[in-house]
Nanobody, 121 residues
């Protein structure tokens, strides 16, 4: 079994900051890319940020310059530092990891349960 557990969501005012964390646990051999997605009510889930095992990062245009993704490979944890938050950032944020449970496995995609981020105007 593999579990991804997010934390750090909450209510914040416009212009504020939050830091999300997502820790992966269970039978894990290696983790490739780790991602943050978000889904606002009535909208499709969208990719917010990606970090590879080597530390390369990419961001959705809507969050560039405001959000920073990072990871601690020793802890199997990915973070999302969110600054200058706007009401449009309000969504449920999901952690996703592409990982191998054993050496000869193909990568599997695993999801966390989501954490609510609400930005008030």
């Amino acid at each position: 079994q593999v579990h991804l557990v997010e934390s750090g969501g909450g209510l914040v005012q416009t212009g504020g900051s939050l830091k999300l964390s997502c820790a992966a646990s269970g039978t894990i051999f290696s983790i490739n890319a780790m991602n943050w997605y978000r889904q606002a009510p009535g909208l499709e889930r969208e990719l917010v940020a990606t970090i590879t095992s080597g530390g390369s990062t990419s961001y959705a245009d809507s969050v560039k310059g405001r959000f920073t993704i990072s990871r601690d490979n020793a802890k199997n944890t990915v973070y999302l530092q969110m600054n200058s938050l706007k009401p449009d950032d309000t969504a449920v944020y999901y952690c996703n990891a592409n990982l191998k449970r054993r050496l000869y496995d193909y990568d599997g995609s695993y999801w966390g349960q989501g954490t609510q981020v609400t930005v008030s105007s």
